[in-house]
């Protein structure tokens, strides 16, 4: 792929490229900053619904931390080492929350909140053993020769514009004048001052948190800033945190298996591998190099499933590629897997020293949102850049492209209004005819949740609508598409490389 | 501009064009089809808050719709003269509830609903007054040398992606089978056969939305939907319906003006004017003319004004150009200026006699809602069709695009959560330093209601950041775009027309 091609001329430093090692561990650390407000929020959503002891949720949190840095570290090194975080899928946080509820409610013997957990880890890692086989089998990557630009570009674009109604950006009780502040310095950093000064090109994630953490911490200490309020920095419970944390495999039991909770979180693992399909594809785009080869696809989705099943036998709540730290490649130009690398050494850090961890758990959430809105932005942009390839003249593209956009927003905002895996599932069952087989445990579930996947739903329609609507080849903008992929020979598994002669 | 500009190749009746007469008839009555679900909303939810008598919403249904049919006439004849209907928009829906409810509080004497309209209509013509002169004096069209496709393309998407969670397409209670099947079929006619037969090809929204109608009606006859539900079709009200109704101009009495409710009126017309410029440049580019020139813009919305004003002294809840029928443009390439004229000759009838309304108005839910996904859906697409103009390898404009999509969700769904206007003013007079102005009525009633419209929220974002972060007029896409503009010699207002020799 030349480099008018793609938005190539982002890039400052490409995927194989190497900072000096001061500027990678500061590039290394604003890549961790991205994929903080989810990595923290999901171990603080499950806590919460297990009714965790208070006592426990800092080893909980610094598991996710520890698991995600791993995770990293296996991808970019032996998976499709695209430059991308590793972290827990809110697509597995409902099947997760839904196994948290019935066990709960069956009044197990012991602790309840230990019950689920050990339940919640026994699904994820029968899930994630599917994973694996649908990796390594090439199930999902045999699908790349079906899917055009069409299907991309509202399915990557959709990746970001789901996300528009996180708490963190949304939530009436959110300090708007905060994360306004957070946003304004970002694009301050990036965009006014970003061809002035190549430090504000290159951190202006970083530059813009760190910042608005102070000023944050400055009006929490003078009392500005109320304890409980959305803008507050909590400084004593960094001194009060533990120093060092015992996270190992198996750390709350065995897990336990029970074919219902199985069959929910396959749902969430479909869903996350489909993500992970449209994220590969934004990443690839991002880094300037062609769109990922069906090997490469196979092994990404591989690896995935194999820290699937780490990160069940650890104890979280599942593992998948991020998109935020997408959104910053985009915003920085640096694509570098090296100072990915780097990331998830600091954040394997982060995770076994609570200090570290308390320190990262103070950033308030409107600082979160004010990044968050950067990233997603920039997903949603990029996704639709790959319009370019696409024949927008002609009614059929138009209308696949609006459509898989607008039920991207519109379903999953209709399961939303159903409320609940269960409430949907009792719907389904009165349905004339078909009740018996939709309203099925597996078959209601599988479609709530994917349902509830804004890129998941939108990628569907524009796959079905794309491939069976009247199109020649040039229309749907597979001709220059596929000049525009890597050829099967350029990605080298970790077998080829570490093993094969 | 050339018809390889724009999606000219979808059109098969240019805006000039006349298809035969009783096509003609069938092409209304499909644009008057895709607006009736919007303008049988509106004074539905007002009649509701007014606490009107369920005897005299009948006539207020049918003004809504003689001041459609009035204002399309005036806008297609004398105003800007695209093919283009006009109806009451949701925009002026949250001001109006702000006033109804204040009125009702404070215990008006006589008839509480009456009084509250009278309000409502005092407010309505004044800040329709403040909306004439915006218009001819050339305010809004001034702006137009500031626009470029990178602020067109997410503002007009937006029109179409801010309304993904209309009650008609999300509610838990929708009936999904119907609501799938009005889908199904129109894409079933317009994708699928529409290349096989013409008929198809031209009717694809009269046709899905007939076949679901007969098929809900015999399902409701048959006792298959019970009343109450969403998908049941209330046969016998039609025969209960008056017979001609009377509707004219201070039908309720005098209308009474207050400063206060003026105010929120005119942030209410601000939004709807903002969406109108980007409804013009959607109309257009679906109709394979050239962008909008600034005298039809600012014809255009003098006309939108001067409809607002003849709106409010009818008694309904405004007048504003609906992005409906620009999807169905798409969808069937009829964009006959004549077309849109018969259709509001239809609304006219359809107005005063109370059969037809009340047929109309049978219409289920579910049915609105899959027209919506193909309406809706079409315009988002139209939208980020002009991203072909705009250099998307440039890291600015995939900045500004993804942001202005991300906050025209983001910041409406913040509104949202704050819940009422009243509410977030309350929060904006807490505010340090700023509270005393920006908790102000005035101001905090304006952010409000222009927050709670994406487009208008998309279009500001990308107009503010396209025309201070640096760029050159090529990236931004500013010289093909000019190309693509229509002359302002292009435009023959009426007074030209009519009045100049």
Redesign the interface.
């Known amino acids: 792929m030349s480099d008018?091609e793609?938005?190539?001329?982002?890039v400052s430093y490409g995927i194989d490229d190497k900072p000096p090692i001061v500027t990678s561990v500061f590039l290394g650390i604003q890549h961790y900053l991205t994929m903080v407000g989810a990595n923290v929020a999901v171990p603080l959503i499950l806590a919460g619904a297990l009714g965790m002891p208070e006592s426990v949720i800092p080893r909980f949190v610094g598991t996710f931390f520890v698991v995600s840095g791993i995770a990293t570290l296996a991808q970019t090194t032996f998976g499709n080492r695209y430059p991308i975080v590793q972290g827990a899928p809110f697509s597995m946080l409902a099947p997760a929350l839904a196994v948290v509820g019935v066990v709960q409610a069956s009044n197990p013997s012991g602790a309840a909140w230990e019950a689920a957990l050990l339940q919640l880890q026994g699904a994820i890692v029968v899930a994630a053993v599917v994973e694996v086989a649908v990796g390594y089998f090439g199930l999902l990557g045999r699908l790349r020769s079906y899917i055009s630009p069409v299907i991309i570009a509202p399915t990557i674009?959709l990746i970001?514009?789901a996300l528009?109604?996180t708490p963190q950006?949304?939530?009436?009780s959110?300090n708007?004048?905060l994360l306004g502040l957070t946003l304004g310095l970002i694009?301050l950093f990036?965009?006014?001052l970003g061809?002035r000064s190549r430090a504000f090109k290159l951190f202006p994630v970083l530059l813009g948190v760190v910042v608005a953490w102070v000023v944050a911490a400055v009006l929490s200490v003078t009392g500005?800033y109320a304890p409980g309020t959305s803008g507050y920095v909590d400084l004593a419970s960094v001194a009060a945190a533990p120093a060092l944390m015992p996270i190992y495999p198996l750390q709350w039991g065995t897990p336990r298996i029970e074919t219902a909770y199985v069959i929910g979180m396959i749902a969430g693992v479909a869903a996350s591998m489909l993500e992970s399909f449209g994220d590969y594809h934004a990443v690839a785009r991002l880094s300037g190099v062609g769109a990922p080869s069906e090997r490469r696809i196979n092994h990404g989705i591989g690896m995935e499933g194999l820290m699937n099943v780490f990160a069940g036998l650890m104890g979280t709540g599942g593992s998948t590629s991020y998109s935020e730290n997408i959104g910053a490649i985009?915003?920085t130009?640096v694509a570098s897997r090296y100072v990915v690398q780097i990331g998830a050494a600091v954040m394997l850090v982060v995770g076994f020293v609570g200090y570290f961890g308390q320190l990262i758990a103070t950033i308030p959430d409107p600082i979160v949102g004010g990044l968050y809105?950067?990233m997603?932005?920039?997903?949603?942009?990029?996704g639709?850049?790959n319009?370019?390839y696409v024949d927008?003249?002609?009614?059929?593209?138009?209308?696949?492209?609006?459509?898989?956009?607008?039920?991207g927003?519109?379903i999953p905002?209709?399961m939303?209004?159903?409320?609940s895996a269960a409430?949907f599932r009792e719907g389904m069952r009165g349905?004339?005819v078909l009740g018996p087989v939709i309203g099925a445990r597996a078959v209601a579930d599988t479609i709530y949740v994917i349902g509830s996947t804004g890129m998941a739903v939108g990628g569907l329609v524009a796959f079905v609508?794309d491939n069976?609507?009247?199109g020649t080849r040039e229309e749907r903008g597979l001709v220059e598409w596929e000049q525009a992929t890597e050829d099967e020979g350029a990605f080298a598994s970790a077998f080829d490389r570490f093993l094969r002669d």
């Open positions: 008018e793609g938005p190539a001329g982002f674009a970001g514009l528009f109604n950006v949304t939530a009436a959110g708007w004048w694009v990036s965009q006014y061809g500005v985009g915003l130009g809105i950067a997603f932005g920039q997903i949603v942009a990029v639709l850049s319009l370019e927008m003249n002609s009614s059929r593209n138009v209308f696949i492209v609006g459509i898989a956009l607008f039920t927003l519109a905002a209709y939303g209004n159903v409320g409430a349905v004339a609508l069976t609507i009247e």
